[in-house]
């Protein structure tokens, strides 16, 4: 039967493809692909966590005390029974065989499917045994965990799997977080599909930065498609479609055709240096979370990295940090793939709904931290862990002597934060300079995120070299909006008067103090906001590699100094964003975080 579930769209084009659920379980579960050559050992791995289970159960019923109630150890056989049933350890292996998945996801893969037959059994008793087998696997997993040599793969080591010939498959899950995200990034799904999220929430950002369409927020996507479903992701429209009728899946083939050559229209512009009408010069800086999307960067024409999210280089470790060397070596790949182009480090940004490792948005807020986006993130992370702070300057400023290195430093909202981290850049540079490692000028900026930050940065820019609006977090702080929190999305709203005076007034006090100024949240990779973040005076946007030939397009179409005596009217208004398109340019772009 055909369906459509709808969400928040967050990231654009159509996605034709068959759904791959990822179970959300209490366990944490790495989900990542494994090699053909690993198939064997994966499946043995999943029979010895078997039985690994099975003795244990057998030895709890051993150990049972003679006035045990025989309901126990009734109980105990039903785990075993289904602990040992074809349906349970077959299909495992199927999963591993099939789908080349690590034995952790092919089993969480399975009891999706037994979940869903079990919630549809008439009979009481037996439906209820859906948490029995609930129980087992999470057994199962947890040995799985406890296996002895055993390490998460990283990001790096995701095995890709060849699919060449085979349909396109489509994550649906309730939730991802970002670290796993991350593992997903260079794997095989051409969408994404969330219960939860929202449109910049950093699981949505990451399936922007791999320029595959994605809707979050669809509350029950993940409870109603079904594994091999033939699923549709609008990513325009935020719908999902899933077994569409056949002619439906004509009219999308044809609408991804259609982008697919205005993508291949607007690559055409990658030498195409960004200048206005009226001859601005415009920076399109790009958006990379590792240094192997530096190569995404030069493709699309980028003349810098605006941002470069380091914290993605911290996660899915286990509770480990990367060492300096480690990092040093990240940040230098970086660097030299840009080819004496300026790369902005940004120092770790983890908290929020960014965990160190594979824990959820939602997991953190309600079970761990009372507030996480108002709490130890970003550098106050940083300037709490003193050693950790230097090690990633230390690392940063060794990778300056390969090319033109930039530091930035996330949430900054205090002066005496700012002293801090001038004091932490002078003791770094003393100490590089004493173990005789090269190191060039660095310059030194802060993002303006906090609403405090915005309101002072006169004060603040005394101390810098340049700033970058991160409007992500801005517009959530200022709006008291979680920006992964769907319940109250709509209320998400760049176009807030408050949000357009902060950042006009940011944009125009560092252009005043002689600074540079930049945007690197997603307002700048929308097209949308291009008129109005150019009529602000912005001449530096970064965005994900992929949205530059479009914001190009725009900028070649503008006409900066025009703009820029209309901006008055659409601050001034009660609703900007109609002013804006009233006053504006002329033609129509569609595509909007709104
Ligand atoms: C922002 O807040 O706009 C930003 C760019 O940082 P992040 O999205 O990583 O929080
Ligand atoms: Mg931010």
């Not at 999220?197 to 079904?226: N, Q, Y």
């Not at 990513?235 to 002619?247: E, K, L, T």
């Not at 999308?252 to 009408?277: D, G, I, K, M, N």
Request: glycine share 6%.
């Amino acid at each position: 039967m055909s369906f459509q579930v709808f969400g928040i769209p967050v990231s654009r084009g159509v996605a034709i493809g068959r759904a791959v659920l990822v179970a959300s379980s209490r366990v944490d579960v790495a989900h990542y692909f494994i090699a053909e050559a690993q198939i064997e050992s994966e499946i043995q791995r999943a029979l010895r966590a078997r039985d690994v289970v099975a003795a244990e159960l057998e030895a709890l019923k051993q150990d049972l005390p003679g006035d045990a109630p025989h309901e126990l150890a009734a109980l105990l056989d039903v785990h075993l029974m289904l602990l040992h049933d074809d349906a349970l350890t077959g299909a495992t292996k199927q999963w591993i065989i099939e789908r080349h998945y690590n034995a952790e996801w092919a089993l969480s893969a399975q009891l999706e499917v037994l979940a869903r037959q079990f919630d549809e059994m008439e009979d009481d008793y037996l439906r209820e045994r859906k948490a029995d087998l609930e129980q087992v696997v999470e057994r199962v997993l947890s040995a799985l965990a406890r296996e002895q040599g055993h390490a998460p793969v990283d990001a790096a080591s995701v095995v890709q799997r060849d699919f060449a010939g085979e349909d396109p498959l489509l994550l649906v899950a309730a939730d991802i977080a970002p670290a796993d995200m991350m593992q997903f990034k260079r794997s095989v799904f051409h969408g994404f599909i969330t219960d939860i999220g929202g449109k910049t929430s950093h699981t949505a950002i990451v399936a922007r930065s791999m320029d595959i369409p994605a809707v979050v927020g669809t509350r029950e996507a993940s409870r109603l498609i079904r594994h091999d479903d033939w699923v549709i992701i609008d990513g325009d429209a935020g719908a999902v479609i899933v077994n569409p009728s056949p002619i439906m899946l004509e009219e999308y083939r044809f609408r991804q055709r259609q982008s697919e050559l205005e993508r291949a229209r607007l690559t055409r512009l990658r030498h195409t240096p960004a200048v206005t009408l009226d001859g601005e010069r415009v920076e399109l800086h790009a958006n990379i979370e590792l240094p192997a999307d530096a190569a995404g960067a030069i493709e699309s024409g980028a003349t810098g990295v605006g941002l470069f999210r380091s914290e993605f280089l911290f996660m899915n470790r286990g509770g480990e940090l990367p060492s300096e060397e480690e990092q040093f070596i990240a940040y230098k790949a970086a660097v030299e793939a840009m080819r004496g182009m300026p790369v902005t480090i940004r120092t770790v940004d983890v908290g929020a709904d960014k965990p160190l490792d594979r824990m959820s948005a939602s997991e953190l807020r309600h079970e761990h931290v009372l507030n996480p986006a108002m709490g130890l993130r970003a550098i106050r992370w940083s300037l709490a862990e003193p050693s950790m702070f230097r090690q990633q300057l230390r690392a940063i400023y060794r990778a300056s002597a390969f090319g033109k290195v930039r530091l930035l430093i996330p949430m900054v909202a205090h002066l005496g934060e700012v002293r801090q981290i001038l004091e932490s850049v002078k003791k770094v540079q003393q100490q590089l300079t004493d173990a005789g490692q090269a190191f060039t000028k660095v310059d030194l900026g802060v993002m303006v995120e906090i609403p405090a930050a915005a309101v002072m940065l006169p004060l603040i820019l005394r101390h810098v070299d340049f700033v970058s609006v991160g409007t992500n977090d801005l517009i959530q702080y200022t709006l008291a909006i979680d920006r992964a929190d769907e319940a109250v999305a709509h209320l998400y709203d760049p176009w807030h008067p408050a949000v357009l005076q902060l950042l006009s007034r940011s944009i125009a006090e560092s252009v005043a103090a002689g600074k540079s100024v930049s945007v690197c949240g997603e307002m700048a990779g929308d097209p949308v906001f291009t008129d109005l973040l150019l009529a602000m005076g912005l001449r530096s946007f970064s965005m994900h590699p992929s949205q530059i030939p479009s914001v190009k397009q725009r900028i070649l179409r503008a006409d900066a100094a025009r703009l820029a005596r209309v901006l008055p009217q659409v601050l001034a208004s009660e609703d900007p964003q109609r002013e804006a398109q009233a006053v504006f340019a002329s033609h129509k772009v569609t595509h909007s975080l709104q």
